[in-house]
């Protein structure tokens, strides 16, 4: 099955600054690389996305790249707010005619310092 | 976006009791659900793969008979933590399958004294 890692664990930056998340994952066959935010005691929200079919999505503040080769992908935050504190997960799957379970990282601690 | 509710979001059992947890998608049809678990500062993992009218699929690990999985309508799954224990306490997550993403409930917390 797919197994994916995530790093840092923890990441702390200064407000302002840029943030980082990297996440590799092991399984060719999968097509499908969500990154999630989770706040404490909530559903994880979905705030960007992309499949192997491009390099690169950007949105606004985020932007997500992929290395299908070296099955790599990672997720970019340009200045960083205070409200962007959380964890933040990736994940993957293989689309198969509707998205399937995702496997997700460990998740990484995003803390914004002022 | 599409909405999925859980119910309960929090629930308190004694240790041998049942808990049942309600899935639904409120506004689409999902024919596929999934369940996934979360335990504190820990990631969501994947416990098995609801389908409408069918046996769900379980991930490797995961007690078929522990957590009975029923999903008898297009728009309702539940989950039923069968003799619950302390170690089963967590935060439950479901989710409806969409066309290109998944759409998550809100979870529910279950505590197991």
């Known amino acids: 099955g797919e197994n994916v890692e995530q790093h840092p664990s923890t990441l702390s930056v200064q407000e302002g600054d840029s943030a980082v998340i990297k996440c590799t994952y092991s399984?060719?066959?999968?097509?499908?690389f969500p990154w999630y935010k989770q706040e404490l005691g909530k559903r994880p929200q979905l705030i960007i996305d992309?499949?192997?079919?491009?390099g690169e999505k950007k949105d606004q503040r985020i932007a997500v790249t992929l290395n299908k080769t070296a099955k790599h992908f990672s997720l970019h935050i340009t200045e960083t707010q205070p409200e962007d504190s959380a964890v933040y997960f990736c994940?993957?799957?293989?689309?198969?005619?509707?998205?399937?379970?995702?496997?997700f990282g460990k998740g990484t601690h995003l803390i914004i310092q002022p | 976006g599409a909405v999925v509710s859980q119910h309960p979001s929090w629930v308190i059992c004694k240790s041998g009791t049942s808990v049942k947890i309600e899935c639904r998608s409120l506004?689409?049809?999902?024919?596929?659900m999934f369940w996934y678990r979360q335990f504190p500062k820990q990631s969501l993992m994947l416990m098995a793969t609801?389908?409408?009218?069918?046996?769900?699929?379980?991930e490797q690990g995961v007690e078929k008979d522990k957590f009975l999985i029923n999903h008898a309508s297009l728009t309702l799954s539940t989950l039923t933590v069968t003799s619950a224990h302390p170690e089963d306490s967590s935060f439950y997550i479901c989710?409806?399958?969409?066309?290109?993403?998944?759409?998550f409930g809100p979870g529910t917390r279950l505590t197991v004294l």
């Open positions: 989710s409806a399958r969409g066309v290109n993403t998944q759409y």
């Open positions: 994940a993957a799957t293989e689309l198969r005619g509707g998205a399937d379970g995702l496997t």
């Open positions: 399984d060719s066959a999968s097509n499908y």
């Open positions: 506004d689409f049809q999902a024919t596929t």
């Open positions: 992309i499949r192997s079919n491009v």
């Open positions: 609801s389908n409408e009218g069918s046996k769900a699929t379980y």
